[in-house]
């Protein structure tokens, strides 16, 4: 997948805000965070995404789990309030995000894999065929969605943009 596109979304340029830029500056008091009307936090947002790009890196690598039979086996129970939530803890997940995003950007450039076929899951019992580069490409639309909603949950914290920067028009 040499195609520069694919790197570029994944580390958010052009119209994509860059995923990691949204979230390692975050405090686990701030990530932690959950605002009146929104039912996850950005710590839980950024554990989602780290589930499902795990999910499908391992489908890639040949390794089919279980699918989740249920929407909420994806997102992690909440980890704590911003009153006692660990750093450390907060920054593992933010080191596990930045791996993933790692390992998505080496597949995004590797010639040999992108029209791979791969069996992936669909839902519990449903599996389809696809290319890897399918694959990662829903990888990034997922993150890019979510990346939005914490864009949305660090402007209504007043914490936008991101210290690497971010568009505030």
């Avoid at 694919?6 to 500056?25: K, T």
């Avoid at 704590?80 to 450390?88: F, L, R």
């Amino acid at each position: 997948m040499s195609e520069t596109t694919l790197s570029a979304l994944i580390h958010g340029q052009s119209a994509h805000a860059d995923p990691l830029a949204c979230v390692e500056d975050l405090s686990a008091g701030l990530a932690a965070r959950r605002l009146t009307g929104y039912p996850h936090s950005i710590w839980q947002l950024v554990l989602h995404m780290n589930y499902w790009m795990d999910y499908d890196l391992q489908a890639i690598a040949g390794n089919i789990l279980p699918y989740p039979e249920h929407a909420i086996e994806s997102w992690p129970e909440h980890p704590g309030s911003p009153d006692t939530t660990d750093e450390s803890e907060w920054r593992k997940t933010v080191a596990r995000f930045r791996e993933l995003l790692g390992r998505l950007s080496a597949l995004a450039d590797s010639d040999a894999e992108s029209l791979a076929r791969i069996t992936t899951k669909v839902s519990a019992g449903k599996s389809r065929q696809a290319t890897v580069e399918a694959v990662v490409f829903e990888i990034i639309a997922h993150n890019s969605y979510h990346t939005g909603q914490i864009a949305l949950l660090r402007r209504q914290a007043g914490a936008w943009p991101p210290e690497r920067g971010g568009d505030t028009w």
